[in-house]
Structure formats: C-alpha cells, structure tokens
T-cell receptor, first 113, second 114 residues
Framework: GEDVEQSLFLSVREGDSSVINCTYT??????LYWYKQEPGAGLQLLTY???NMDMKQDQRLTVLLNKKDKHLSLRIADTQTGDSAIYFC?????????????WGAGTKLIIKP | ETGVTQSPTHLIKTRGQQVTLRCSSQ?????VSWYQQALGQGPQFIFQ???????GRGNFPPRFSGLQFPNYSSELNVNALELDDSALYLC?????????????FGEGSRLTVL
C-alpha cells in the first residue's frame, strides 16, 4: 500500500542543523517533495527532488534521496526560530498526474533557544 | 498575480447537512486539487480537476463531489455530513498535469461537523 512515514517531532537548538527524515513506499515516484506548514498558513513548497537525483541543495536546504532504501531527508542548516513549522514529505506515484500526492503526517520542528 | 483563495475560512455544520466549499485558483493555473487534512495528519487527496474534468480521485465516497468552472475556479461539495468529515479542506492549483508537481495552496476551509 501507499504510505509515507515521518517522525512526528524534532527538537533542535537555534543555530544547529535540523535533519528531518522520511520513508516512502512507491519506487516509481517521479518527484519527492518537502512542504512547510506554518500555523494559520497554507502549505508552501520548500523544495523538491527528481527521482534520478541523489542530492539537491538550495541555500540552507539540502535534500538527500536514497532510492534503494526509499529514504528522503531534509537538512536545514543554521536553524532559526522562523523555521518553526510542520514539515511534510510527499511523493507523486501516479503516472497520470504529478499533482496527486501522497503525504506523510508531518514532522513538527521545535527550536530551542 | 493573485494566489489561491478559499471560502469560507471556517464553518460549522451538523450531521446530515450539506456543505459547499469554494476555491479560486492562481492566475494562469488550469488544474485544481482538493485535499482533506484531519487534525495532526497529512493531507489526503480527494480529487483533481483539469480543464473542467475530474482527473483522478482518492479514496473518498461519492458524497464528496466537485466542479470546475470555465475560469478554473472550483467547488467541493460534501453531502450527508458525518462527524469524521471535520477537517481542514485544502485547495491547491497548478498548471498542467505533468510538470514538476508544485502545488500552490490556499489557506484552507476549516469544517467542524457537530
């Protein structure tokens, strides 16, 4: 069956790196995504990675993809208080559309001063 | 460029009633997807509309129905409301079907069923 799994909470100190992990089940997924949800705000795409890539870096964000283990991670360097949010991992396993996403339950990132 | 807007932002209904949620897609987008997000969960795909036709449906019963209009705005209708329908309903717009899959979300309509 389709299932994307993430741990529910991650607590880090301000200035440290945060690493949020995700496992997915469908090896045919074309793209894998990280979305951010802040309180009272809509979901916002942070970054995505195409399935034939191993790594993607975008400023403070680094995405690592291990297709063999179906493991995706998001590293946020120099974590700031503004990074407090829920981070969702999602995959697009359907051939007909890249917009029918399967989502994890989200990881709440808590920043300690 | 106008973003995705949804209405109403909050509403309360009772079991058995019907509800209509509305979504205006981002300018230039012809695809609208609807998701249900229960408290503490990730979004669950309900269905998607592309150029006014339903293009894909998740594991939701037929009492969840939708429409897309010629201006690409969309409605989600839920009949015979149940307590478990209480959730945040998210609309997302995008362009085409086979691009990068980036979805642009509205802030959602929070439905409470009593």
């Amino acid at each position: 069956g389709e299932d994307v799994e993430q741990s529910l909470f991650l607590s880090v100190r301000e200035g440290d790196s945060s690493v949020i992990n995700c496992t997915y089940t469908d090896s045919s997924s074309t793209y894998l995504y990280w979305y951010k949800q802040e309180p009272g705000a809509g979901l916002q795409l942070l970054t995505y990675i195409f399935s034939n890539m191993d790594m993607k870096q975008d400023q403070r964000l680094t995405v690592l993809l291990n297709k063999k283990d179906k493991h995706l991670s998001l590293r946020i360097a120099d974590t700031q208080t503004g990074d407090s949010a829920i981070y969702f991992c999602a995959e697009s396993p359907y051939m007909d559309s890249n917009y029918q996403l399967i989502w994890g339950a989200g990881t709440k990132l808590i920043i300690k001063p | 460029e106008t973003g995705v807007t949804q209405s109403p932002t909050h509403l309360i209904k009772t079991r058995g009633q019907q509800v209509t949620l509305r979504c205006s897609s981002q300018s230039g987008h012809n695809t609208v997807s609807w998701y249900q997000q229960a408290l503490g969960q990730g979004p669950q795909f309900i269905f998607q509309y592309y150029r006014e036709e339903e293009n894909g449906r998740g594991n939701f019963p037929p009492r969840f129905s939708g429409l897309q209009f010629p201006n690409y705005s969309s409605e989600l209708n839920v009949n015979a409301l149940e307590l478990d329908d209480s959730a945040l309903y998210l609309c997302a717009s995008s362009s085409g079907l086979k691009n990068t899959g980036e979805l642009f979300f509205g802030e959602g309509s929070r439905l409470t069923v009593l």
